[in-house]
């Protein structure tokens, strides 16, 4: 039972290179979302999915996107990498109704950009 | 209206001791309040959470306080032990719409042992 599962645990990149994070769960929950987390700053929502085929901004969405073609998967591209996009970024899920606010979430990917 | 603030930003207690870490938030279409844990170099998990119903929760050593006129809760953790020693996070969501939870700065606990 891996729950969600994020990759690459590390990355660094050079400005102006382009990557994906992989996140898949197999928790066959509806909704996806990514989070950056940057010291002192908690936790802000980049982009979100109630399902597959459907995706929607969140709080921090420049510079990166997703897809959502399939329920388990929600990749995050980030393109053209910038210093501001070193964090960590954690992949999440939830389930239906009562239990969409009970957050599994990944062990983290840390980007650096240098 | 979508902020929620959290205090204070670090806390150390004794062990045996009592944490507390606030919480406020604006926006009255919440209706879900997690509390998340966090250890370095993992993702946060689930500790406790509460819905704007009831005025209290306690599971085991972890209590929640809800004020909802004063749009307030608070995390109690009894007899604080150095295993504890993590970063917490409040939280709110709206269940009907659950997909935008908006999470606090956290606070990094540290237990003395």
């Known amino acids: 039972n891996a729950g969600v599962t994020q990759t690459p645990k590390f990355r660094i990149l050079k400005i102006g290179q382009s990557m994906t994070l992989q996140c898949t769960q197999d928790m066959n929950h509806n909704y996806m979302y990514w989070y950056r987390q940057d010291p002192g700053m908690g936790l802000k929502l980049i982009y979100y999915s109630v399902g597959a085929g459907i995706t929607d901004k969140g709080e921090v969405p420049n510079g990166y996107n997703v897809s959502r073609s399939t329920t388990e998967d929600f990749p995050l591209r980030l393109e053209l990498a910038a210093p501001s996009q070193t964090s960590v970024y954690f992949c999440?899920?939830?389930?239906?109704?009562?239990?969409?606010?009970?957050?599994?979430f990944g062990e983290g990917s840390r980007l650096t950009v240098l | 209206q979508q902020q929620v603030k959290q205090s204070p930003q670090s806390l150390i207690v004794q062990k045996g001791g009592i944490s507390i870490i606030n919480c406020a938030y604006e926006n009255t279409a919440f209706d879900y309040f997690p509390w998340y844990q966090q250890f370095p170099g993992k993702g946060p998990a689930l500790l406790i959470a509460?819905?704007?119903?009831?005025s209290e929760k306690k599971e085991g050593r972890f209590t929640i306080s809800f004020n909802k006129s004063a749009k307030q809760f608070s995390l109690h953790i009894m007899d604080s032990q150095p295993g504890d020693s993590a970063t917490y996070f409040c939280?709110?969501?709206?269940?009907?719409?659950?997909?935008?939870?908006?999470f606090g700065a956290g606070t990094r606990l540290f237990v003395k042992a």
């Open positions: 509460i819905r704007p119903d009831v």
């Open positions: 999440a899920s939830s389930g239906r109704g009562q239990r969409t606010g009970e957050l599994f």
């Open positions: 939280a709110a969501s709206r269940n009907t719409g659950g997909f935008k939870t908006i």
